[in-house]
């Protein structure tokens, strides 16, 4: 259960409601993460921003799983022959699109911990489990 309760669709404004309709509409309910980010209108037309901007992404580079994983640890700490390996891959813009989606996807996991958002099904399928460490019963 959440720690703070989202903003439900009478106490919605005008723009979180068109706002909720979109992401119904895409993915037939809206979240609690993103009824929680509702409290904060600027905060959900930036997150709005986001998801259209990472639509076209699909497929994961080795060299980008990679990155991903830099990125999200903290503190980060980017070696320069990743980099290297980054440039010869991507052009600028392309590195900082990849980097802030990373960023991105690192803030949503970090703000649904804080508000004990729990997982809702959405990757059902859509993920690459890891695999199983040594020793591990795999449980």
């Known amino acids: 259960m959440a720690r703070m309760e989202g903003i439900d669709d009478r ?10 309709a979109v992401v119904r509409r895409k993915i037939g309910r809206v979240p609690e993460p993103v009824r929680i980010s509702a409290h904060q209108g600027r905060l959900l037309a930036a997150l709005g921003g986001m998801e259209m901007a990472q639509e076209g992404m699909c497929s994961v580079d080795p060299v980008v799983k ?7 640890a903290t503190p980060v700490e980017l070696p320069d022959d990743l980099f290297s390996a980054m440039r010869r891959h991507f052009d600028e813009r392309q590195l900082v699109e ?12 970090r703000f649904d911990h804080a508000f004990g958002c729990e997982a809702e099904g959405f990757s059902e399928g859509a993920f690459c489990p890891l695999p199983a460490r040594a020793g591990s019963s795999g449980q």
């Open 11 to 20: 106490r919605a404004s005008l723009f979180t409601r068109s706002f909720y």
């Open 66 to 72: 990679a990155l991903a994983g830099i990125k999200t």
């Open 98 to 109: 990849l980097t802030a989606a990373i960023a991105w996807e690192n803030y949503r996991a």
